[in-house]
């Protein structure tokens, strides 16, 4: 028996405030034999276009935008407060420069065709991309958002939409 129940978004009973912000992500695409990973803490959950949504921001430096942009499906894995360090160690290194299942010690699982997520996982979204918009400084209203910026290195927002929702049993 898989590891995970597959539910509804919408039967879904999570903060998205506290899953983002402060028990962190791993976005994470490409296929299990070419993939890549990275943490966020800013992003959404919602509705949009009449279909269940996330927004994600990866940086134009950031490895796996090059896998999100070549790939139409993206994960986004949440983690139980025990991998903090993994977490931690997936956001401060580049998958350029190093292996992140082995110095993590994550075990990438492929939980959908043509996605990559992990075992280690409590709560996996699969998500299929929908729309992109790169922010741009001229938009920002407030102007406390340009001091997220000192390197000019703008997001690239990404909308998904929510395709499967895997709970860990």
Same mark, same amino acid.
């Given at each position: 028996?898989?590891?995970?129940?597959?539910?509804?978004?919408?039967?879904?009973?999570?903060?998205?405030?506290?899953?983002? @912000?402060?028990?962190?992500?791993?976005?994470?695409?490409?296929?299990?034999?070419?993939?890549?990973?990275?943490?966020?803490?800013?992003?959404?959950?919602?509705?949009?276009?009449?279909?269940?949504?996330?927004?994600?921001?990866?940086?134009?430096?950031?490895?796996?935008?090059?896998?999100?942009?070549?790939?139409?499906?993206?994960?986004?894995?949440?983690?139980?407060?025990?991998?903090?360090?993994?977490?931690?160690?997936? @956001?401060?290194?580049?998958?350029?420069?190093?292996?992140?299942?082995?110095?993590? @010690?994550?075990?990438?699982?492929?939980?959908?065709? @043509?996605?990559?997520?992990?075992?280690?996982?409590?709560?996996?979204?699969?998500?299929?991309?929908?729309?992109?918009?790169?922010?741009?400084?001229?938009?920002?209203?407030?102007?406390?958002?340009?001091?997220?910026?000192?390197?000019?290195?703008?997001?690239?927002?990404?909308?998904?939409?929510?395709?499967?929702?895997?709970?860990?049993?």
């Amino acid at each position: 028996m898989s590891k995970f129940k597959e539910v509804s978004p919408n039967d879904l009973n999570e903060s998205a405030f506290r899953l983002i @912000g402060k028990e962190w992500m791993l976005i994470t695409a490409g296929t299990m034999e070419s993939w890549n990973t990275m943490t966020a803490s800013w992003g959404a959950m919602g509705e949009l276009w009449k279909k269940p949504v996330v927004f994600t921001f990866i940086r134009p430096t950031r490895y796996t935008l090059e896998f999100v942009e070549r790939e139409p499906l993206f994960t986004l894995c949440f983690f139980e407060e025990k991998y903090r360090a993994a977490l931690n160690f997936c @956001g401060a290194h580049s998958g350029r420069d190093c292996n992140k299942a082995e110095k993590t @010690g994550l075990t990438p699982v492929e939980v959908s065709p @043509g996605t990559v997520s992990f075992e280690e996982a409590r709560l996996i979204l699969v998500c299929r991309k929908l729309y992109f918009q790169d922010l741009k400084p001229e938009n920002f209203i407030d102007p406390e958002i340009e001091k997220n910026y000192p390197k000019k290195d703008y997001h690239r927002m990404y909308v998904g939409e929510v395709l499967r929702v895997l709970v860990a049993q």
